[in-house]
């Protein structure tokens, strides 16, 4: 195979590999984001051991690999670093400035099947009624957390929500998820009341009623949009009020979302289309979290169990 003969600057090649993951692939900016830092820690890793990201062999790769295991990184972690620079390789060669992809014969390591963590359904109810629905944040928030356990939006779904998006006469929300496939999520009634009271009594009072400009959703008191961050912040902070001991984040209530409707005998198709999932199987571990609580009834109240 031709390769490049002009040698290529590693910053040049992962900015050419990122700009290709975002314009064929439409990935968000946090999973760019994700896979810069992968390649600029390998990349510091070889600095130390004098190679370059784009001369590497693949003991190299190996060693840094077991160097991380040493590190107590976890499997996963590195899996999906392996993830990262195999995709970067790939496309180099693609790119002719690589002949051979030096991690094709590496083989990724085995993954045990880690269920998400979740709530019960009076977990839910009672985080959902820690806001206090009085004060124009606490409507917000209330209205934030019922939509995202009512769809199971993720949370950069749920910030990034635009007036535009939400149909409040039809009942629905449209939501541009990853890789930018779009999908609607109708909103149960219970949220979609606390979303109605939320945009007509409170959204314009926390914009001090300079509502032009700002066209996202769920807005601050400063007048911009809601962040990942501080719904994470929010979230952990109603979780102690509730005093809900569990491990807690925005995505729990994804979670919730989808182990709710699967123990209710929901269709998984549904429950995929309606977590915007694009292949069956990541939808289909929410049927183990489902055996796994049906395990934990049996032993707890068969006399045999």
């Known amino acids: ?14 900015d050419l590999f990122l700009d290709k993951l975002w314009t064929e692939r439409g990935l968000s900016r946090h999973t760019l984001a994700a896979y810069r830092s992968d ?6 890793w070889l600095n130390r051991h004098n190679q370059s990201l784009l001369d590497v062999e693949a003991a190299a790769i190996q060693q840094f690999f077991a160097a991380r295991l040493d590190q107590k990184y976890s499997v996963r972690s590195i899996a999906r ?4 620079l ?7 060669v693609q790119e002719k400035h690589l002949s051979e992809d030096p991690t094709r014969l590496i083989d990724a390591p085995k993954l045990g099947r880690k269920l998400p963590k979740t709530l019960t359904e009076a977990d839910v109810d009672l985080l959902l009624t820690a806001p206090d629905e009085s004060e124009p944040l606490g409507l917000r ?3 934030m957390m019922e939509l995202i356990y009512a769809c199971g939006l993720r949370v950069s779904e749920l910030v990034e929500l635009t007036i535009a998006q939400v149909n409040l006469r039809a009942g629905v929300v449209r ?11 109708p909103v149960g009634e219970e949220a979609l009341d606390w979303l109605e009271r939320y945009f007509r009594c409170a959204r314009s009072t926390l914009l001090h009623h300079r509502c032009a400009g700002t066209e996202q959703f769920f807005v601050t008191r400063r007048g911009g949009g809601m962040t990942r961050q501080a719904f994470w912040h929010i979230i952990k902070r109603y979780a102690v009020e509730a ?7 925005p995505h729990t209530l994804r979670h919730a979302f989808a182990t709710h409707l699967v123990n209710h005998h929901a269709d998984l198709r549904v429950v995929q289309m309606l977590l915007g999932h694009s292949d069956l199987s990541t939808t289909q571990i929410y049927t183990h979290v489902a055996n796994e609580r049906l395990k934990s009834i049996h032993q707890s109240h068969h006399p045999r169990g």
């Open 1 to 14: 195979m031709d390769v490049d003969p002009k040698p290529p600057q590693v910053d040049e090649c992962i």
């Open 39 to 44: 390649l600029v820690l390998f990349q510091r």
């Open 81 to 84: 670093t392996l993830s990262t």
């Open 86 to 92: 195999r995709r970067f390789y790939q496309t180099m």
């Open 141 to 143: 928030n209330k209205a």
């Open 175 to 185: 939501v541009m998820g990853k890789g930018s496939r779009e999908r609607v999520v």
């Open 243 to 249: 005093g809900i001991s569990k491990p807690l984040s």
